[in-house]
C-alpha cells in the first residue's frame, strides 16, 4: 500500500486519482493545514501531523504501507526568508520524522516531491540534474537537506528513493473535478483567473527589464497530470528494485509572465487587469527544465505541454468551483 503524505493538497490530490484509475491501493494522509478534504475524494483518508510521531506510527501499525509518496511540504519562498523556522521544522525535521517511523518498520520506498529552488541562480538553461545545488532560499535550502539525507538513509539503511525535482506545477485534471486552491492563491496561472473574475487584486508583473523577448521572466511549466505520470513511473522503478534516483520535471520549454497573462485573458475571453512592478530580489531571468533524464531512462514526457492547455485546465476547475473547495470542505 502507498501513504501518500499531502494527499489532500494540490499535487496529492491529482495524484490519489492516478492511484485509483491504476487500481492502486494507497491511503492519503494529510494535516489540513492547506489541504482540502473534499479533494480527496474516493480514496481512503487519516487526518494527522506529518510532526507527531504518534500519528505517524499508528499509521503505519494499522495498514501494509510498503511506500510512501511524500507532498507535505510548505512551499512558498518568500515567507520562508521571513519564517525560516517554519520551513525547516516542517520540511525537514517532520520530514525526518517520517523517514524514522519508516526505517523502523523497514518500508524503504520514498518518493520525494523536490524543486527546481534547489538549483539557485542558474549557470546555464535549460538545467539538468548535475546544474550546481545553490539555494537562495530556506525554502530550497530545506528540501536540498532532504535529498542529501535521502542519499545518506540509501548508504546507512537501505532506504531507496526518487527525488523529483519540480519547476512550476500546472493546470488541473481536464474532468474539472480537481483542482488549485491555495489559500492565498500565489500561483501565476489561477491567480491571474481570479484577477480577471475580480476574485483578487489586479495582478503585478514584478520586472518587465528582464533580457527576455518581452521583458518579463520565463519560466517551465509542468501540467499536473504529467507530474502524476512521473511519481508512478516512480514507484513502479523502486518496486522493480532500482536505486535511487534524481530527475528534474518540467515541459523544457519556457513562458513569460506576460504571454500567461495573454493566455489567460484569450481563454476566459476578459482582460486581466495587471500592472507593472520593479523586478522581486532573486528572481532570475530564465528557469528552465533539461528533463532529456527522465525522457531517456523511463520514456516520461508530457501529455500536456501547451501553456492553452494548462490554462483551459485550471479555467475549466474555477468555473465548476467559482469558490475553490469552499463548499465542499
Known amino acids: 500500500m502507498i501513504l501518500v503524505v499531502g494527499g489532500a493538497g494540490y499535487i496529492g490530490s491529482h495524484m490519489l486519482k492516478r492511484l485509483r484509475t491504476a487500481g492502486e491501493p494507497h491511503l492519503a494522509f ?18 494527522g ?42 520540511n525537514v525535521v517532520a520530514t525526518l520524522n517520517l523517514l524514522e517511523v519508516m526505517r ?30 545553490r539555494p537562495e532560499s530556506p525554502y530550497g ?14 548508504r546507512a539503511y537501505g532506504l531507496k528513493s ?8 500546472a493546470g488541473a485534471d481536464p474532468d474539472g473535478v480537481l483542482g488549485e486552491d491555495h489559500r492565498p492563491e500565489y500561483h501565476l496561472i489561477p491567480r491571474a483567473i481570479l484577477a480577471a473574475l475580480g476574485e483578487v487584486p489586479p495582478l503585478q508583473i514584478f520586472g518587465t527589464d528582464y533580457d527576455t523577448p518581452d521583458g518579463t521572466c520565463v519560466r517551465d511549466y509542468i501540467h499536473i497530470l504529467d507530474l502524476a505520470e512521473a511519481h508512478l513511473l516512480a514507484v513502479r522503478h ?18 513569460s509572465v506576460r504571454e500567461v497573462v495573454e493566455t489567460v485573458s484569450r481563454v476566459l475571453g476578459q482582460p486581466v487587469p495587471h500592472g507593472d512592478g520593479p523586478r522581486r530580489a532573486g528572481d532570475p531571468a530564465v528557469l528552465v527544465a533539461s528533463s ?30 467559482p469558490r475553490g473547495y469552499e463548499e465542499a470542505s
Not at 84 to 90: D, F, G, I, L, V
Request: a negative charge.
Open 238 to 255: 523502486l518496486r522493480e528494485g532500482g536505486d535511487s534516483r534524481q530527475y528534474n520535471l518540467g515541459n523544457g520549454k519556457g513562458f
Open 162 to 169: 526518487v527525488a523529483l525535482r519540480y519547476f512550476n506545477a
Open 49 to 90: 501531523e506529518l510532526g507527531s510521531r504518534a500519528d505517524l506510527e499508528q499509521v503505519f501499525d494499522t495498514h501494509p504501507i510498503d511506500t510512501v509518496m511524500h507532498f507535505a511540504s510548505h512551499i512558498w519562498v518568500g515567507e520562508s526568508v521571513s519564517d525560516p523556522s517554519k520551513y525547516y521544522a516542517n
Open 141 to 154: 535550502e530545506s528540501k536540498w537537506m532532504i535529498e542529501r539525507i535521502l542519499s545518506d538513509y540509501d
Open 292 to 321: 532529456e533524464r527522465i525522457r531517456t531512462d523511463w520514456g516520461w514526457t508530457p501529455r500536456y505541454p501547451e501553456l492553452e492547455t494548462l490554462v483551459r485546465h485550471a479555467w475549466a476547475w474555477r468555473q465548476t468551483h
Open 104 to 133: 523502523e518498520r523497514e518500508v524503504k520506498r520514498f518518493v520525494f516531491s523536490s524543486t527546481a529552488a534547489i538549483f539557485g541562480e542558474p549557470e546555464q538553461v535549460p538545467i539538468d540534474e548535475a546544474h550546481p545545488k
Open 30 to 47: 494529510d494535516s489540513l493545514c492547506h489541504g482540502h478534504k473534499a479533494s480527496v475524494e474516493g480514496s481512503s483518508f487519516v487526518h
